[in-house]
Structure formats: C-alpha cells, structure tokens
C-alpha cells in the first residue's frame, strides 16, 4: 500500500513539472518566433510577367534594338576614347516611344522601324509599355526599381491635347509647362533627374533655349542585392588585364557558390540573381583567344541570346568579379541617325504633326547613367532626355571557374520577359 501511495505521488509531481514547463513554453517559442522575423525573413515571392504574344514579340524587338544600340555604341567609343560605358536601352526605348506618340508620316515609320515597333498599332505599344512599367516595379519587393517620366512644354507655344493625355495616360508622364527662356527652368529639370535616380545623376540638362519645344525625360532607378551574396573578407587586390601592356590591380570579389552558367566558343557567361531572382546580372567574359568584339557582333546575330540563355545549367561556380563603379554621358544623335532615325532629327524633313501645330524636329537625345557593384549588390540608374525643338551556350562541367579579370560585358534583365534594362562593358580600371 505504501509502495502504491509513493507511485501516485510521484507520479503527481510529475504532472505538476510537466505543466509548470508547459506554460514556460509559449513564452520561449514567440521569443523564437521573434528571432525568425528578424533574422531569417522569407524572401518575397517572384511574381512572373505574364505576356501576351504581342508582348513577347515585341520584346524580342526590344532586345534586337539592344543588342544594336549597344554594338552602335560600342564601336563608337572603341575608335574614340575606348573607356568603360553602360546604357539603358530600356529607358532609351520608353523615351523615344513618347515622343513617338508625336511624330507622324515618314518620321513615325522610321522611328517604328528603329525602334522594332514594325506594324504595331499606337494602343499596342503603348500598353507594352504601361504593362512593362507596371509589372518590373512589383515583381519583386526586396529589388528597389523605380521608372518615372516627364514632359516639360514651352508654355508659349500650344501642345496638342491627345499627344499629352497618351503620355500621361499610358507612361504616367508628370507634365508641366514652362519659360525655356528662364535660366531656373534648368534647375527644375535637373532636380527631377536627381529626385527620379536617388541623386545618382544630378545634372542631365546644361541649358534650355526659347525655341525648344519640349524635353521627354525617363528616369530608371535599380538597387538589388545579390541572392548570394559576396563575403567581404574573401575580396583581394588581383590584376584585371586590359590588354598585353596594361594591367591595373583591382578588388577582386570572389564566392564558390551554384549559379546559372554556359559557355560557347564566343564566350562564358553567368548569371548573377538579385533579392528573389527576378532580375539578374548576366557577366558575358570572352574565351582567352576572343574579344568583347567577338561578343558584340554575336549578340547581332538573329536569336543567339535566346539560345544562349536557354543552355543556362545549374552549376558549381568558383566566381571572380571585380567592384566597379560607371559614370557616363553620352549624346546619342549619332547613333540613333546611323540607326534609321536620321528623318526624326532633320528640321526640314522631321514630322511631329501629332506633337504640335508647329513644326518640330528632335534636337538632341541624351543618356546619362551610373552603375556601382559591390559584395552587396548593385544600385544604377540611367536618366534618357530627349530634346524636341522648333523649326526657324554547351554541357557543363560540374565546377567552372569563371575569373572576370579582363574586359567583359555585362547586362542586367528582367528575368522572366528578358527585358534588358542596362547593359554595359568594362574595359579597364
């Protein structure tokens, strides 16, 4: 009996311990709950851009007017000064698709036409571009991406409403009339650029004149930190190799980690995710006996991106990059005349009829932009003004390295359209 009674009290101690550490045990899992919210937040869903097949098509144009611009470009500079350079062909695109919203007659067919629009109709551009806008500024929330646009009309001379209200409607364009004869004027552009771009690029407009019809600005602003991020600790000088005779020392980044890789006869290339992996950087890095020629002229080529990025793998990759920063400003008159677009920027032959009663003709298209990469990630911007004035990849290894200590290209899309917001090249440091 005895023997029983002890069983039973022992027993209701037991019970009494176990509920006594029963109710401490809420209490340390909302403090572990708390420690999860803080320190191991999901990353936001990746949101893919549904397309319908207008859409797709004219992204494929978009890229196709990419990979020129950018191969335009690129042979300009390598007979000028040869530097490092990085452009928007996206913003370049949105801001030449307002403006050609006023153009009309020969002057609309050649913008089409430079532009890939080819037959589309006004609407179907237009709501590309809306739905484009749209969807890159929410596909994914840890990636800070902004577009904004805006028009700046001489107050003395009459806009036509439907040129206006298009470009407000679909590219949400802020537009405000103005005295180009006012030195202030200047100022108020200027500090939207800033405003638009983080202050990344504080200066796009030198002066307005009293004959200037209108400035089309688009503004493009991206922040994304890398999905796999670079340890600060791993980041070394090594030398990058401009060329046989120059070679500078720079901090060279460096992980081994699974990323997205192919590599042809042209070139290797990998793609570096940011925040949820909707956007990504793709590092295109010529085999030792090629150049960024080799690639430039490649990417011409009808469908090899595309097919590129389709032999992307899954592979273990001991990653080299170098932190580089990009200013650079360039006007593009030239490029876009070499283009097709020479009819847009002649005063006697320009149609802006659905812009103005007066006549018009493109003045100049400027593109400013900035681009900084670090263990982080990446923050650019890119800011296209266009001035409108009056007439009086195989099977891979499963471990690659990829060493980007020479010249490569670079390119930063959206992933699941494969919209190229900036592209860039760098040569030397």
């Known amino acids: 009996m005895k023997i029983i009674k002890v069983f039973v009290l022992l027993l209701l101690s037991l019970l009494l311990s176990s509920s006594s550490c029963d109710k401490k045990v809420p209490k340390l899992e909302d403090e572990n709950e708390e420690n999860v919210d803080t320190t191991m937040k999901e990353m936001p869903k990746l949101l893919k851009i549904e397309l319908q097949r207008v859409d797709t098509s004219m992204v494929k144009s978009d890229q196709v007017f990419a990979f020129d611009f950018f191969a335009k470009l690129f042979n300009e500079e390598l007979s000028g000064d040869d530097k490092n350079f990085m452009v928007s062909p996206f913003s370049l695109s949105m801001a030449l698709a307002m403006t050609w919203n006023g153009s009309d007659g020969d002057t609309k067919l050649a913008m089409q036409n430079t532009l890939g629009i080819g037959d589309r109709s006004d609407n179907e551009v237009n709501v590309y571009f809306t739905k484009m806008k749209n969807a890159f500024e929410k596909t994914d929330p840890s990636t800070k991406l902004s577009i904004a646009n805006s028009i700046w009309t001489n107050r003395n001379v009459a806009i036509l409403p439907n040129f206006i209200s298009l470009n407000k409607t679909y590219y949400n364009a802020t537009v405000e009339a103005v005295d180009f004869a006012s030195p202030a004027t200047v100022g108020r552009i200027n500090r939207w650029a800033a405003d638009n771009t983080n202050n990344l690029i504080e200066r796009v407009i030198e002066e307005t004149k009293p004959f200037d019809l209108m400035y089309l600005l688009n503004a493009l602003y991206f922040k994304g930190v890398w999905a796999s991020e670079f340890d600060a600790m791993n980041t070394s000088k090594m030398d990058f190799v401009t060329d046989s005779v120059t070679h500078s020392k720079v901090d060279m980044m460096h992980q081994e980690a699974n990323f997205n ?169």
């Open 261 to 429: 890789y192919v590599h042809n006869e042209t070139m290797q290339l990998v793609e570096l995710p940011y925040g949820n992996k909707a956007f990504s950087m793709m590092v295109l890095l010529p085999k030792e006996d090629k150049s960024l020629v080799d690639i430039t002229q490649a990417l011409q080529e009808k469908n090899y991106w595309n097919n590129l990025r389709d032999g992307l793998m899954d592979s273990k990759v001991d990653l080299y990059l170098p932190k580089f920063k990009t200013e650079y400003s360039k006007q593009l008159n030239d490029v876009l005349i070499d283009m097709g677009m020479g009819i847009a920027f002649d005063p006697g032959s320009a149609d802006f009829s659905r812009m103005s009663n007066r006549s018009a003709f493109i003045s100049m298209v400027n593109q400013d932009t900035y681009i900084a990469t670090d263990e982080v990630g990446t923050e650019a911007a890119a800011v296209t003004s266009v001035g409108v004035s009056l007439t009086s990849a195989r099977p891979m290894p499963q471990k690659v390295i990829f060493k980007a200590d020479r010249p490569f290209v670079y390119l930063i899309q959206e992933n699941s359209t494969g919209s190229i917001l900036f592209m860039g090249v760098v040569k030397r440091f």
